[in-house]
């Protein structure tokens, strides 16, 4: 069966500083793989998408995200934090043939000024 | 291209009572999910219509809850009688049925208190 596991409920970092997001998954086939935004009273928004046609995924807002299939990982990076990406962050796995997503628990980012 | 809409986007009722959400998805999206996030949550999938027929509701608690897509484009979810615990935020959600990965588009949700 599909999971996603989120390994840091809530990350603090300095604006301009980096952003780590941990995501790892666990898929009996080739994953389809997401990581998705959402801020305060706001609706889910795409960040970006592996596809199996690149490693390494580039989203929207400067975010990118790498699939490593040695370490069924597929962490998000920032190379400088803004105060406007404080936010939830959700990493999904799509279940293979049905295309449901499984969620996980969420990452709260907060940015310090 | 307009987003999926969702109305209303706040409703606080009193337990028992019944209450509808609405959404209009992308148009020509196909594919249309009701997940329901209860707060520090994940989302979590309640049904998934493929046009206008169900292909997935096997986390929907039936003896309360309901949804239909008539025609294939709007949906409705219903709760009939609410209990406390199904405070939380209904999220829609559509996609294109020729996207092989799926991507879900989501709209901004309705927060629901029941008291």
């Known amino acids: 069966a599909q999971s996603v596991t989120q390994l840091d409920s809530h990350v603090s970092v300095s604006e301009g500083t980096p952003v780590l997001l941990r995501c790892n998954y666990s898929?009996?086939?080739?994953?389809?793989l997401f990581w998705y935004v959402q801020h305060p009273n706001k609706g889910l928004q795409l960040l970006l998408k592996?596809?199996?046609?690149?490693?390494l995924v580039k989203g929207i807002n400067g975010f990118e995200a790498e699939f490593k299939k040695s370490e069924t990982s597929f962490h998000l990076t920032k190379p400088s934090a803004h105060m406007s990406d404080a936010a939830e962050y959700f990493c999904?796995?799509?279940?293979?043939?049905?295309?449901?997503?499984?969620f996980g628990t969420g990452t709260r980012l907060k940015v310090l000024a | 291209e307009a987003g999926v809409a969702q109305s209303p986007r706040y409703k606080i009722i009193e337990k028992r009572q019944s209450v509808a959400f609405w959404c209009n998805p992308i148009?020509?999206?196909?594919?249309l999910y009701w997940y329901q996030q209860i707060l520090g949550q994940g989302p979590k999938l309640l049904i998934q219509?493929?046009?206008?027929?169900?292909?997935?509701d096997s986390q929907l608690p039936k003896d309360r809850f309901s949804a239909e897509r008539l025609k294939g484009v709007d949906s409705t979810l219903k709760i009939q009688p609410a209990k406390l615990e199904d405070s939380a935020v209904y999220l829609c959600?559509?996609?294109?049925?020729?996207?092989?990965?799926?991507?879900?588009?989501f709209g901004p949700g309705t927060r629901l208190t029941v008291l």
């Open positions: 592996y596809t199996s046609a690149a490693t």
């Open positions: 959600a559509s996609s294109l049925a020729r996207d092989r990965e799926r991507s879900q588009y």
């Open positions: 898929s009996s086939y080739s994953p389809s």
């Open positions: 148009s020509g999206h196909a594919t």
């Open positions: 219509f493929q046009n206008n027929g169900v292909v997935d």
């Open positions: 999904v796995v799509s279940v293979s043939g049905t295309y449901k997503y499984i």
